[in-house]
């Protein structure tokens, strides 16, 4: 999978870009904010955006992939986070992204595959 990674937490996106470039997959671009993620995007047609839910104080990573979203909705968006949002969570859901913990790598890469 051609991926970009968005997390303001440098140890967060050095540690999810390190373990899905190990399961194979392309790194095409990072992004430290929604609105990078939003530009990495377009510039570079990923198959996936994993994105942080939390970004300030800029948007989100619902905002982020909802406007990836509107341009691209062939890309499969992923929350990745530590916040347990419930109307994130119902609002992702709806718009069909998958909302994954930090703290599951496992869950991780199986959203990244799709499963």
């Given at each position: 999978?051609?991926?970009v990674v968005c997390d303001n937490d440098d140890v967060a996106l050095d540690l999810?870009?390190?373990d899905l470039r190990l399961e194979g997959h392309e790194i095409v671009?990072?992004?430290v904010t929604?609105?990078?993620a939003v530009d990495r995007c377009a510039e570079t047609r990923p198959?996936?955006?994993v994105v942080d839910l939390r970004m300030p104080p800029g948007?989100?990573?619902?905002?982020?992939g909802r406007r990836v979203l509107g341009a691209q909705p062939e890309t499969r968006i992923v929350l990745h986070t530590n916040?347990?949002?419930p109307d994130a969570l119902r609002e992702s859901a709806r718009m069909g992204m998958t909302y994954v913990l930090k703290a599951?790598?496992?869950a991780l890469r199986k959203a990244v595959e799709g499963r």
């Open positions: 999978m051609r991926v999810v870009t390190t671009a990072t992004a929604g609105e990078e198959d996936v955006l948007i989100d990573g619902v905002e982020a916040h347990l949002d599951d790598l496992r």
